[in-house]
């Protein structure tokens, strides 16, 4: 009798402890959920594009929040040249694909 009652008393100190450690763990996944950092390469983009997807400059469109299959077929028009604007040609013609489509990514999920 002695003994189960030990073992009952250390299943619920048990217990508390992973419930305790569930309630401290429950922020950090939270924080898990914000959006990822960006992928380093946007820094030669945020140069005029921003890190946050805003224009630095009336001529420089807003990326925040646009289209995520609009921003890849225009990376990719400037990069085939379809689309003609020497700063945008150079940049684009520097990334990968896997780098454009995650470009593309970042900046479709950013607030607007
Ligand atoms: C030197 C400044 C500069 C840099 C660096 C730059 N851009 Fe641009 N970007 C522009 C300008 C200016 C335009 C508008 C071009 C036009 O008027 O046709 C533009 C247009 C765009 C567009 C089309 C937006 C739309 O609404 O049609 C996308 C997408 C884009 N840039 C993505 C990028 C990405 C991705 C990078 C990095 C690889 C990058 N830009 C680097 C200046 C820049």
Redesign the pocket.
């Known amino acids: 009798m002695k003994h189960a009652g030990t073992a009952l008393r250390a299943a619920a100190i048990l217990a508390l402890l992973v419930l305790g450690a569930l309630m401290v763990s429950c922020p950090r996944s939270a924080g898990a959920q914000a959006p990822p950092p960006p992928p380093r390469?946007?820094m030669?983009?945020a140069?005029?594009?921003g890190y946050d997807g805003i224009?630095h400059d009336p001529?420089?469109?807003n990326?925040a929040g646009?289209n995520i299959v609009?921003?890849y077929n225009?990376?990719m028009a400037?990069r085939t040249r379809a689309?003609v604007?020497p700063?945008?040609n150079f940049?684009?013609g520097?990334?990968t694909l896997e780098e454009?489509q995650a470009?593309a990514i970042y900046?479709s999920v950013l607030p607007r």
């Open positions: 390469f946007v030669l983009c140069a005029c594009h224009g001529a420089t469109p990326l646009q609009y921003l225009q990376m400037f689309r604007h700063e945008m940049f684009t520097q990334m454009l470009i900046y």
